[in-house]
């Protein structure tokens, strides 16, 4: 099945300096990436996400690449603010499959 | 559209007691779940459901029981609590598509003593 490793665990950032968290995953036919951001005590949130079409995708200050070849996929979030604080899950799943493998979290911490 | 809730949002119980979790969407999504969430273990598939009256085992379905008996309701049941159960809880739900994103609940924090 599909294995998905993500780093780093804890990433600790200054506002606004840039983030960048990694995803590698072992499925080549995985062809959905989305990216969740947990604030505390909630459940998590899509906030992006990427198909495998398409190298890389932007949304205000945060955005997906992804590398079909090397298999990885990587968020980066620019300008970051201390609302940016939260633990973010990626999370690989194959065409057709409904049931996607999350990696195990990155705990972002940007201080002001 | 209330999205996907949970009830309760915390409890306590002893171990051997047993408990239902209950997990309601209101998006008439077709696929729900069941996940722990676990210090440094990310999140952790327990049980899943693909429609009304249908459920599957995730990757750690041990000591737990669930049903869908109405499309837009997935419990989760707990026998005989352990303490290895104290985790938080979460339910999501996703429709067909491309790429099933999938909708949180809140969480249940569940402590075992």
């Known amino acids: 099945g599909e294995n998905v490793e993500q780093h780093p665990s804890t990433l600790s950032v200054q506002e606004g300096d840039s983030a960048v968290i990694k995803c590698t995953y072992s499925?080549?036919?995985?062809?959905?990436f989305p990216w969740y951001k947990q604030e505390l005590g909630k459940g998590p949130q899509l906030i992006i996400d990427i198909r495998s079409n398409v190298g890389e995708k932007k949304d205000q200050r945060i955005a997906v690449t992804l590398n079909k070849t090397a298999k990885h996929f990587s968020l980066h979030i620019t300008e970051t603010q201390p609302e940016d604080s939260a633990v973010y899950f990626c999370?690989?799943?194959?065409?057709?499959?409904?049931?996607?493998?999350f990696g195990r979290g990155t705990s972002l911490i940007v201080h002001p | 559209n209330a999205g996907v809730t949970q009830t309760p949002k915390f409890r306590v119980l002893k171990t051997g007691q047993s408990m239902t979790l209950l997990c309601a969407q209101d998006?008439?999504?077709?696929?729900m779940y069941w996940y722990r969430q676990d210090p440094g273990m990310g999140l952790r598939l327990i049980h899943y459901s693909v429609g009304e009256g249908t459920t599957a085992k995730g990757e750690v379905p041990d000591g737990y029981n669930v049903s869908r008996l109405k499309k837009q309701n997935f419990l989760l049941g707990l026998e005989s609590a352990a303490p290895s159960q104290t985790s938080v809880y979460f339910c999501?739900?996703?429709?067909?598509?491309?790429?099933?994103?999938?909708?949180f609940g809140p969480g249940t924090r569940l402590t075992v003593t």
């Open positions: 499925d080549s036919a995985s062809n959905y």
């Open positions: 999501a739900s996703s429709a067909p598509g491309l790429g099933y994103e999938q909708y």
């Open positions: 998006m008439n999504h077709e696929y």
């Open positions: 999370a690989a799943s194959i065409a057709g499959s409904y049931i996607p493998t």
